[in-house]
């Protein structure tokens, strides 16, 4: 059975409108090759094509250099992928397949970074979306080395707008518009000061970074939607012998749907998603959208994740039917985060409601090891402003949400073995960690240090709590919390003795 490929697609008639050609112009760069981007972004540029409402092309790179072999995989299937949309839309369940063909060009920036340069200077290029986790954001000093590939992607973004400034004199009108999608509070803001500090790093003009701030758009924005990437094998080859072809990136996702975006409508103009009935929302502000939407349908993930995985769970509906872990998960979303909250209790609860059922769709089966990647990062943006909410306002820090962390705390209790981290649930499997390497280094290290010395467990749960390296503030000093770390990881060691 062949792969996917444009032949493929000129039989599948139906599917074929709004496909991209090899000279549609690039008007959008896409920083990040992942299942979330290509179920979300992607389809959503698929769907206005479709409409004749956006005519350009999409150019997508991978953030990292671990992100090489999806890129070749994507040019292996001339830059196309099946998108299969399944679960319940309004109580009744649905089923839809589309091959998205919205990709122009897909290529290695690290392989090719001239290539890279000479998008950036593009006068068709207008967007560029991103989504390299919360930890793809953070400002991390970095040499600028003429032509050499720069390794962060601020610092990617800050060269790259310095090309286009010098390209065409620093005109008011080149600027570009750029669309974080990381689940970091205020993305937009957040990229645009780590590409000022690299430009004042490396001694950049003041006019350019004037020029950064003026005729460039950093906005804000939230997305909202649950895209488990490739299914399970049986599935997976089910759909290849019905479609009659094999798909490599296959994709997964529900058909929910939400992206706010801090701008103005007049915007739907540049980027007509909304205009194509897409449930895209141009607001003045985000901040009830992304407080209910990262704090309760991510931060229930990230709660749930380690310990699901330390339990020897794989998916999210297998957790959520797990008598203990889903309810879990579910009483202290109701109880804890959502009176961590500063809005209406019914209408947060209301929310969780459709999140839970989001988590139960018979459909998705979205891998706890997938949500798993960059959990530190993950645990201090989603589920650490509920718990220092409690701080705060002097109460006692609950025990659902200290018990998140004690599980996350020790599901990287993990050793260096070649190139991976490897830590070992309750039952002695082994799992890899995967995450930013300075975190790996911290916690390997720390738990090191501790089976070195044996030292008493709640002298461990201090130093992890207390490494400002880890959360950017002392843990250790919240009252109570290194006792109820402890005693979680009390409970789960005699479980694991039994």
């Known amino acids: 059975m062949n792969k996917l490929n444009r032949q493929q697609l000129q039989i599948v008639d139906a599917m074929a409108a709004g496909r991209i050609t090899d000279n549609a112009p690039v008007t959008v760069l896409q920083i990040g090759e992942g299942n979330f981007l290509r179920g979300f972004f992607d389809w959503m540029v698929q769907t206005s094509r479709q409409q004749g409402l956006f005519r350009g092309g999409v150019a997508v790179t991978q953030p990292r250099p671990s992100g090489k072999p999806k ?106 518009l750029f669309l974080p999608c990381e689940l970091l509070e205020r993305n937009g803001d957040a990229l645009k000061e780590s590409v000022l500090q690299y430009a004042a790093d490396w001694g950049l003009p003041e006019a350019f970074r004037e020029w950064v701030r003026t005729a460039n758009r950093f906005l804000n924005s939230l997305v909202d939607r649950i895209v488990a990437g490739y ?94 872990l889903g309810s879990f998960v579910r009483s202290t979303v109701r109880e804890e985060i959502i009176p961590s909250l500063p809005y209406l209790q019914e209408e947060m609860n209301a929310y ?96 090191e240090e501790a089976q070195r010395t044996g030292e008493a467990p709640r002298r461990t749960a201090e130093r992890l709590l207390a490494c400002e390296k880890l959360w950017g503030t002392n843990l250790a000093q919240w009252p109570g919390l290194t006792e109820k770390v402890e005693q979680a990881w009390a409970e789960w060691t005699k479980e694991e003795q039994a």
Request: net charge negative; proline share 5%.
């Open 352 to 447: 969780a409601e459709v999140v839970f059922d989001r988590y139960m769709n018979p459909y998705v089966r979205h891998r706890l090891a997938d949500i798993a990647m960059n959990s530190v990062s993950k645990f201090k943006a989603r589920l650490l402003p509920s718990l220092e909410h409690y701080v705060q306002s002097g109460q006692s820090i609950p025990s659902g949400l200290a018990k998140g962390l004690a599980a996350l705390l020790r599901y990287y209790r993990v050793r260096r073995e070649g190139n991976e981290y490897r830590g070992a649930a309750f039952d002695g499997r082994a799992y890899t960690v995967r995450d930013d390497a300075a975190v790996l280094e911290v916690m390997a290290a720390e738990w």
């Open 231 to 324: 299914p399970d094998e049986e599935q997976a080859e089910a759909w290849f012998a019905e479609w009659g072809y094999r798909d490599e990136l296959l994709c997964v996702a529900e058909p929910y749907h939400l992206w706010a975006i801090e701008g103005e409508p007049e915007l739907d103009e540049l980027l007509p998603f909304a205009s194509a009935g897409l449930n895209v929302v141009w607001t003045d502000s985000l901040q009830p959208y992304r407080e209910r939407k990262v704090r309760i349908l991510n931060g229930a993930h990230t709660l749930m994740t380690p310990l699901g995985i330390l339990s020897g769970t794989e998916h999210v509906r297998e957790l959520m039917e797990h008598e203990k």
């Open 71 to 176: 890129i070749e995989a994507l040019n292996e299937q001339d830059r196309l992928y099946t998108l299969v949309l399944r679960g319940i839309d309004e109580g009744k369940p649905v089923e839809r397949r589309e091959i998205v063909s919205v990709f122009a060009e897909a290529f290695d920036p690290y392989d090719d970074w001239q290539r890279m340069i000479r998008l950036a200077v593009s006068p068709e290029l207008k967007l560029v979306v991103s989504n390299t986790t919360e930890a793809g954001l953070v400002y991390r000093p970095e040499t600028l080395t003429e032509g050499e590939p720069i390794v962060s992607f601020p610092g990617k973004i800050a060269y790259l707008l310095y090309r286009r400034y010098l390209e065409y004199e620093g005109a008011a009108d080149r600027g570009l």
